[in-house]
């Protein structure tokens, strides 16, 4: 089974960056998309970003257009995000997750990691 583990989570004032990672264990990581979830206290898990297996495409939702970035490392077997201009609505518990090509970017993913607390103040 493939194992994500989420680091780079923390406590930021808002306008702040946060760079975020994921390592997986996979060893054919690079036929995999990955994407970055997250979770608010009371609210439904909801996609924020996603990267092809070959790192040509990627998609985000429209609350982080413009502010996020998604890339991947194969080598590293690797995926980030980086988050600039971070606004409090932005906080949450991030997940990192994983699902085989040729299924979009959004929607269902197979493996999850455990999550890794972002939280913005105002």
């Known amino acids: 089974q493939v194992q994500l583990v989420e680091s780079g989570g923390g406590l930021v004032q808002a306008g702040g960056s946060l760079r975020l990672s994921c390592a997986a264990s996979?060893?054919?990581?690079?036929?995999?998309?990955m994407g970055w979830f997250r979770q608010a206290p009371g609210k439904e898990r909801e996609f924020v970003a996603g990267?092809?297996?070959?790192?040509?495409?990627?998609d985000y939702a429209d609350s982080v257009k413009g502010r996020f970035t998604i890339s991947r490392d194969n080598a590293k077997n690797t995926v980030t995000l980086q988050m600039n201009n971070l606004k409090p609505e932005d906080t949450a518990v991030y997940y990192c997750?994983?699902?085989?090509?040729?299924?979009?970017?959004?929607?269902?993913?197979?493996?999850w990691g455990q999550g890794t607390q972002v939280t913005v103040s105002s």
């Open positions: 997750a994983i699902k085989r090509p040729p299924a979009p970017l959004v929607g269902v993913y197979d493996y």
């Open positions: 990267i092809s297996w070959s790192g040509g495409r990627t």
């Open positions: 996979e060893r054919t990581f690079s036929t995999y998309h």
